[in-house]
């Protein structure tokens, strides 16, 4: 059961990718954004939270799904 979600907040200003909040009931995790770096969907923690491995799991399955949509396109 997944306590985790990825709620979408916007385009990116390039509008080619998406960013998503990730939220804990009230509490804002971080955003999953493009990397263009790495080109892929990463993680952008929030400083004052903390991750068990549950969440972090979680949390990368999300960032492969969309790198994967990303790709396929």
């Not at 004052?48 to 396109?73: G, P, R, V, W």
Request: aromatic share 16%.
């Amino acid at each position: 059961m997944s306590l985790l979600q990825f709620p979408f907040i916007q385009q990116s200003d390039s509008g080619k990718t998406n960013i998503y909040g990730v939220r804990c009931n009230a509490a804002y995790l971080g955003a999953v954004k493009w990397f263009g770096r790495w080109r892929k969907y990463c993680f952008f923690p929030n400083g004052e939270a903390i991750f068990d491995t549950n969440c972090l799991t979680e949390i990368a399955s999300f960032c492969q799904q969309e790198t994967a949509k990303h790709n396929h396109k």
